[in-house]
């Protein structure tokens, strides 16, 4: 009974997920990935722009992070290289996807203008 | 466009649980959150190339805006149409093509459509554009990090 209960407190000791002294930027960062992920799924017209601003919070949060020497000295050890690889790939990914969206975007927009002036044209004559 | 996307969720989440890692806790702590920092990136810019595209099944959508501007055969074709701001533009202008006339009331109800849709994608287009550079930024700061 007794080595039970202490395999139980143990256990709970373990699986506590966060130490109770984090950096505040990593705390900060998780509070930014929760917001995050609340507002995940289909976009609307009205959603999107909480959505963008998120995401954009959540970046500014990682710059920070990574202003951090203590943070930069972990990135910087050689036995990280092949998770600092992992996220790098991520990364472009990301930024892949983010550079489609932006030019999607702009892309679209030019052809609004084109037809507004297209119908303007038709309009006058 | 899309295949690409959903190409590169399904490679994310293949990867999103880290190989062992030998290191602090705080440490941990931190790169699995980078981690997920992307996937939770990854996965809203999906949402929002899918608000631009519109659902997969309506594939005729913006065909006719490529038609209208003759000149402009944009690569973007199946890129454009959606439910909402520029699936409205879309079903506007084919009303005007269909009816093939230049009435001034069709022609004024496209022009509304189009101001909506350019307004909705001002609303937004900033976002993207700010996160593009935050993105190379943190890639700046990472390299740097290494090669130190």
């Known amino acids: 009974m007794a080595s039970s209960s202490n395999q139980k407190t143990g256990f709970h000791a373990r699986s506590n997920s966060f130490p109770s002294r984090l950096n505040p930027a990593i705390t900060q960062l998780d509070e930014h990935l929760r917001r995050s992920r609340a507002s995940e799924g289909a976009c609307t017209s009205s959603s999107l722009g909480g959505k963008l601003s998120s995401l954009q919070d959540l970046h500014d949060c990682v710059n920070k992070l990574l202003f951090l020497p203590l943070n930069q000295q972990a990135i910087a050890q050689e036995n990280n290289g092949k998770l600092i690889e992992e996220l790098l790939d991520g990364s472009l990914q990301v930024l892949d996807l983010c550079n489609t969206a932006k030019d999607a975007l702009l892309q679209t927009k030019e052809s609004v203008h084109e037809l507004q002036s297209i119908l303007r044209r038709r309009g006058c004559v | ?148």
Request: glycine share 4%; charged share 25%.
């Open chain 2, 1 to 148: 466009m899309k295949r690409a996307i959903h190409k590169g969720l399904k490679v994310i989440k293949k990867n999103s649980t880290f190989s062992a890692f030998n290191g602090d806790r705080e440490t941990t702590i931190m790169f699995n959150m980078l981690k997920e920092v992307e996937v939770v990136s990854l996965k809203a810019f999906d949402s929002l190339l899918s608000f631009i595209s519109g659902p997969e099944a309506r594939t005729t959508g913006w065909s006719l805006v490529s038609k209208l501007v003759h000149h402009k055969k944009v690569a973007s074709a199946d890129e454009e149409a959606d439910i909402n701001e520029f699936a409205k533009a879309d079903a506007a202008l084919l009303a005007l093509v269909d009816q093939n006339t230049s009435k001034s009331d069709n022609i004024k109800g496209v022009q509304t459509q189009l101001e909506s849709l350019e307004l909705c994608i001002q609303d937004i287009e900033e976002g993207p554009e700010y996160l593009s550079r935050n993105l190379i930024k943190t890639r700046v700061s990472f390299l740097n990090i290494l090669n130190h």
